[in-house]
């Protein structure tokens, strides 16, 4: 029996049309330790693992840590947003406040 954040992790997998080799490859995981996460009754992945698949998924890492959230809120999804922002380079993210400030004044 799988755990509530090995439902979300195979949910979300599935969402985004990966398979565990993609998401292992893109979280630096084995396909193995992706399919533990998603099968075992008992699972404890490290703090790291569980940022890089929620990077991945476009989540936060509350969202896939807490049994009692099923869909991610409007919330989860501006804290998604604001933390990749904030790891944009100062070129990009001039780039990106032109992009909005143009936007706005439409």
Same mark, same amino acid.
Not at 49 to 56: G, L, N, P, Q, T
């Given at each position: 029996?799988?755990?509530i954040i090995? #439902? *979300?992790i195979r949910a979300q997998r599935k969402l985004m049309k990966l398979t565990l080799d993609q998401l292992a490859e893109k979280t630096g995981s084995s396909k193995s330790y992706i399919w533990e996460l998603e099968n075992r009754p008992v699972v404890r992945p490290s703090? #790291? *693992?569980?940022?890089?698949?929620?990077?991945?998924f476009g989540v936060t890492v509350?969202?896939?840590l807490d049994d009692?959230?099923?869909e991610i809120t409007s919330t989860d999804a501006?804290?998604?947003f604001f933390r990749r922002v904030s790891q944009l380079d100062s070129t990009k993210r001039a780039q990106l406040e032109k992009f909005l400030k143009a936007i706005d004044d439409e």
């Open positions: 029996m799988a755990t090995g #439902e *979300k703090a #790291e *693992k569980i940022s890089r698949i929620a990077e991945v509350e969202f896939l009692e959230k099923q501006d804290q998604v």
